[in-house]
Nanobody, 123 residues
Framework: QLVESGGGTVQAGDSLRLSCVASGGDFDFSDSTMAWFRQAPGEEREFLAGINFAGGVTVNPPVEGRFMIYRSNAKKSVYLQMNRLEREDTAVYYC?????????????????WGQGTQVTVSS
């Protein structure tokens, strides 16, 4: 099970950090690849950033330089640091995980999902 937190309403230009905690015995978090996605109304789910078990990171170019992903295996947690937020970043943000190593952009390759947390950026 994955549980996100940290969403809310912020002003354009602000920063926000999302957290995702893993629980449950059938998911080896320390050996997993984790990722963050978002989905705006009427849009497809969009890959933002992923991190594998060794700390290797891939960030989708549209948010590269503003968004950063990192993890704590000790806390079974993955984080998304979002800086210089824009109105276009308004969406529901999801944490996702899978057991295999490659970081992939396709949402259907991820097995575990959180319930999502709303981020609203106002101007």
């Amino acid at each position: 099970q994955l549980v996100e937190s940290g969403g809310g309403t912020v002003q354009a230009g602000d920063s926000l950090r999302l957290s995702c905690v893993a629980s449950g015995g059938d998911f080896d978090f320390s050996d997993s690849t984790m990722a963050w996605f978002r989905q705006a109304p009427g849009e497809e789910r969009e890959f933002l950033a992923g991190i594998n078990f060794a700390g290797g990171v891939t960030v989708n170019p549209p948010v590269e330089g503003r968004f950063m992903i990192y993890r704590s295996n000790a806390k079974k947690s993955v984080y998304l640091q979002m800086n210089r937020l824009e109105r276009e970043d308004t969406a529901v943000y999801y944490c996702a995980g899978k057991s295999s190593t490659p970081i992939v952009f396709r949402s259907t390759d991820y097995t575990y999902w959180g319930q999502g947390t709303q981020v609203t950026v106002s101007s």
